[in-house]
């Protein structure tokens, strides 16, 4: 298909709504980064002007994308996720460590971040092996394959340590539950994180109490023709209490004291008023200042440039994880309201353009950047309001870095040029 032809059908109310979020985000990025010393918006040594040549750079990553053939992802799919882990191993030996994660590649003037990369080239390998025509996720060997295509960049970044970029991850498993993983896998998911938070919450005595009278309840009130066998129950509920005694063990030894930390303030585990303080004025001094900086635009915001806590420097971070923040701050509820409607329009938009797919490897592709999309817009903006742990991911388009938003940007123009390409490709 030539590319007059690939433009014509591009989807340009996507493209709309991206160009939206990325021209919103520089807004905040400016605003939050200004200086009384500033001189020239293209001025490259000030971070809003790095994000311009970010933009830039994300440009050209659009222009080298169309101009490729659609096959040429999928067929060389495998072998861009294995150079992603190889660069992901590779930070063990070369890396530089910033803010505690040794995540980056130190390119004098840019720093690469392979994480980001490899969101990219999971999601096509993981859709390159769903949609291989043997491929059955009912069959337990292929559900170990696909798991497995997400499991090895994990094991690289979790040592980063890098738990944020690692979270990401586990979102592709969306794509394999879309694809006919049984949901009883998400059904397990869901009850280890339950009793992981529970037994934390309130030990294992209430734990163990808690299930006995859920299964007390369930044999009550069940239909008299609704047949339980009693062993498989009976080793369910060991199961559980297993994992249930495991939990502190693992609290306490797996996981490093900030970790801890946010989990005893986010769920109020901490009883000690002065440690309590402390983890305040540490752990939770981002997310409580950024909720001061929202909850102090009101309705309207401050107005721009005109954000006090932005230019005071009370919110760390606020150009990249905490870019929320700044919106709440200067242009109020309004403000983040509209930003809210845009990522859904967006969101619901790819979800649309992802069920027309004629082909099971654009579609399971498209799903793939929708959770890695989806699960930072979540998370990100989860964080910043106190509703989720202080986890580190920027916002999607929205946060200053170059390595996540060419990524990104390259990312979605792939899926929106095979959208393109599927009336050719019937």
Not at 377 to 384: A, K, L, T
Request: aromatic residues 18%; glycine residues 8%; contains cysteine.
């Amino acid at each position: 298909m030539s590319g007059s032809s690939i433009l014509r059908r591009l989807d340009w109310l996507t493209v709309f709504l991206f160009a939206l979020l990325v021209f919103f985000g520089w807004i905040n990025i400016y605003s939050t980064t200004l200086t009384e010393n500033a001189n020239s918006i293209f001025d490259f040594s000030t971070l809003y002007g790095k994000q311009l040549f970010f933009i830039g750079l994300s440009m050209a990553s659009i222009v080298i994308i169309m101009a490729l053939e659609n096959s040429f992802f999928e067929r060389f799919s495998s072998l861009f996720y294995i150079i992603s882990l190889m660069l992901l191993a590779g930070l063990f030996v070369f890396g530089k460590t910033i803010a505690g994660a040794t995540s980056w590649y130190d390119f004098g003037f840019f720093n690469f971040q392979p994480s980001e990369l490899g969101k990219l080239t999971a999601a096509l390998a993981l859709a390159k092996y769903l949609s291989d025509i043997q491929t059955d996720l009912r069959k337990i060997k292929h559900q170990w394959y696909a798991v497995l295509i997400l499991v090895v960049p994990i094991i690289l970044i979790l040592p980063q340590p890098d738990p944020g970029s690692a979270l990401v991850y586990f979102s592709l498993f969306f794509v394999l539950f879309r694809e006919g993983l049984p949901l009883q896998y998400l059904g397990f998911a869901i009850l280890l994180i339950l009793l992981f938070v529970s037994t934390l919450m309130f030990g294992v005595i209430w734990v163990g109490i808690g299930l006995g009278i859920i299964t007390s309840l369930f044999f009550l009130f069940k239909k008299p023709t609704f047949k339980v066998p009693t062993l498989p129950l009976v080793l369910f509920l060991i199961c559980c209490m297993g994992v249930s005694l495991s939990v502190n063990f693992v609290y306490n030894n797996v996981f490093e004291q900030r970790h801890r930390d946010r989990f005893s303030l986010w769920l109020g585990l901490e009883k000690d008023p002065i440690r309590l303080e402390q983890i305040k004025k540490t752990i939770g001094y981002n997310t409580y200042q950024a909720e001061k900086a929202i909850e102090s635009g009101g309705f309207i915001g401050k107005g721009f440039l005109e954000g006090t806590r932005t230019k005071g420097d009370f919110v760390p971070e606020q150009h990249t994880d905490y870019i929320f923040s700044s919106v709440g701050e200067e242009w109020g509820f309004m403000g983040t309201t509209f930003i809210v409607l845009l990522f859904s329009l967006f969101f619901l938009r790819l979800i649309h353009l992802a069920e027309r797919q004629k082909r099971s490897f654009n579609r399971m592709y498209g799903y793939g950047v929708i959770s890695i999309l989806l699960i930072h817009y979540f998370v990100n903006i989860g964080m910043v309001i106190g509703l989720l742990p202080t986890i580190g991911i920027p916002l999607p388009f929205f946060s200053y870095g170059g390595s996540g938003l060419i990524f990104f940007t390259a990312m979605l123009f792939i899926f929106l040029k095979f959208d393109a390409a599927r009336l050719s490709e019937i």
